[in-house]
């Protein structure tokens, strides 16, 4: 007994050494995990800092952080994904960097293997190496991501939904044949049930993507369609959400734009008289978006541009632009361009809702060359129809703006173009004269319209005629400089030709010095 008692006694010193020993050698290993966890936290955190990413990038954090997603320990792996997503979200080089470091198919293998805070954090990464470019996007489906992100998208935590749908929304945004890739992954079907869930992040999210994959062509639009998306995104343009009303706006002026089929498919799921609740929205996202998607409408058919008008759509969109300013208040101009382009009726509810004011303070207010391009093309829709509608913006002196414009020396070349046929389009409906003689000014190219008018109205007015005499024109046309053989020569010759030779020799330029030259050869004593 006492030979045991004395063989356990000389045990326990090595025990408690061992159990030291082993203490020391944990220790080691817990201090490594502590450094790891302070190491990828710290640089999780340098990277919310834009000052903090070339310093981070020389010191070769890519290749630090790579092994990291492979940790034993779950919260390293995350935030190593974290500062990833951070660093490739700050520029395209280090986006590429996580590529050539072969960080992506890692990311793609834990997508399907980790919990949910993983899952959330390697979508993110894919989503910032994405947003850059094509060929980042290409990158990332070729690691193999559509398919493990659009299993994300039947998770059951809605947050990493959200990561999923955000980041096949960047990759299909880039080009027709990324979005054909999603589509083809099966991504749609499963973006429309994102849509129902009841939180907003979500349905803001899986809307954008949907709009993401409509914008490039009518066949990826149609397979939004297929999906049962407008139904339910229509319902939702009179959510009280403002940033998901942009996404629903946005959403599904992609998918009209396309085709009258697919713009008909919109307005079938009873969009008006709602959508123009939304030109009024607090929000100037929704207000903006809303526009967009009545023009996108508008422009295909006169049925489609009926129906708006119908609906009250002109008088909203022209308080819409009286209001909006710079950019937003492009699809607006466009809207009533497009209105008015196919018809006189339309073209007279444009007038007749006050559209002209608007869109002529835009052609002379607005800084931006395509805005004022924009309302002079409008403005030429409109006036184009009859001589009711030229002298309709005649008489708001828009003829002279728009010759203004033309002649501006700062004006774009399109904005040139535009003004001229807007002028010409309209001038030569125009039978109000008093409105044109300011046009007696313009350069020969536009004066030629305008002289004309005058030769077709002229000889059937003689109250015209006289107070064509009365207010100068005759006398401006006279010191037109014309070449011979041209029209406006010949349309000058016409108009003379309604007047007495006297009257046309009074008026013309050199008939003072005719009259003295008479005199000094004038002999009484003869």
Not at 265 to 278: D, G, N, Q
Not at 318 to 341: K, S
Not at 395 to 413: F, K, P
């Amino acid at each position: 007994r006492s030979a045991k008692s004395a063989h356990h006694c000389s045990l326990l010193p090595q025990a408690s050494l061992w159990r030291s020993m082993s203490r020391a050698v944990l220790q080691v290993f817990e201090e490594y995990q502590k450094a790891r966890v302070t190491f990828v936290q710290t640089v999780a955190d340098l990277a919310t800092r834009p000052q903090n990413i070339d310093a981070l990038q020389n010191a070769g954090v890519m290749a630090l952080l790579r092994p990291l997603l492979l940790d034993n320990v779950a919260s390293i792996q995350q935030s190593a994904a974290l500062a990833l997503g951070r660093l490739a979200n700050y520029s395209d080089e280090l986006a590429e960097s996580v590529v050539t470091h072969e960080i992506l198919p890692q990311l793609v293998y834990s997508l399907s293997q980790q919990n949910r805070f993983y899952k959330k954090a390697a979508a993110f990464v894919l989503r910032a190496v994405s947003k850059h470019s094509p060929q980042l996007a290409q990158a990332v489906v070729d690691s193999g991501a559509l398919d493990a992100l659009v299993t994300c998208l039947e998770e059951f935590d809605p947050s990493v939904k959200e990561a999923a749908a955000w980041a096949l929304g960047y990759i299909a945004r880039h080009t027709k044949e990324l979005a054909q890739t999603v589509v083809d992954a099966g991504a749609v079907p499963l973006l429309v049930l994102c849509f129902q869930e009841p939180e907003l992040t979500l349905k803001r999210i899986s809307a954008s993507a949907l709009s993401d994959i409509c914008k490039h062509s009518p066949e990826l639009a149609q397979t939004v369609v297929d999906a049962g998306a407008v139904s339910l995104l229509a319902k939702d343009i009179s959510h009280n959400d403002a940033p998901l009303k942009r996404q629903v706006c946005s959403c599904l002026a992609q998918i009209a734009k396309h085709s009258v089929d697919l713009a008909e498919v919109v307005v079938e799921a009873e969009i008006f008289p709602r959508i123009l609740h939304c030109l009024k929205d607090i929000d100037e996202f929704v207000r903006k978006n809303a526009s967009t998607c009545i023009r996108e409408i508008a422009r295909h058919t006169p049925d489609l541009a009926k129906l708006i008008v119908n609906a009250g759509g002109v008088a909203a969109m022209v308080d819409y632009i009286t209001e909006a300013r710079g950019n937003n208040r492009l699809p607006g101009i466009m809207t009533l361009g497009y209105i008015a382009a196919f018809s006189e009726t339309l073209a007279l509810a444009v007038v007749v809702s006050k559209g002209i004011p608007p869109l002529k303070d835009a052609l002379i207010n607005e800084p931006e060359d395509h805005l004022k391009a924009a309302a002079a093309w409008s403005l030429g829709q409109i006036g184009r129809h009859s001589p009711d509608h030229a002298r309709a913006l005649a008489e708001a002196d828009v003829l002279r703006r728009l010759l203004a414009v033309y002649l501006h020396q700062d004006s774009s070349e399109d904005l040139q173009t535009k003004a001229k046929r807007a002028l010409k389009s309209v001038i030569q409906k125009c039978t109000h004269l008093p409105a044109l003689e300011p046009l007696l000014e313009a350069p020969p190219n536009i004066l030629k319209y305008v002289v004309q008018q005058f030769a077709k109205v002229l000889p059937n007015d003689v109250n015209a005629r006289r107070s064509f005499v009365q207010s100068g024109g005759l006398q401006k046309i006279q010191e037109v400089k014309a070449e011979v053989g041209s029209k406006l020569h010949d349309y000058i010759d016409e108009i003379n030709m309604l007047y007495p030779p006297e009257i046309v020799q009074y008026y013309s330029p050199n008939y003072a010095e005719t009259l003295l030259k008479k005199m000094d050869e004038f002999n009484p004593t003869g």
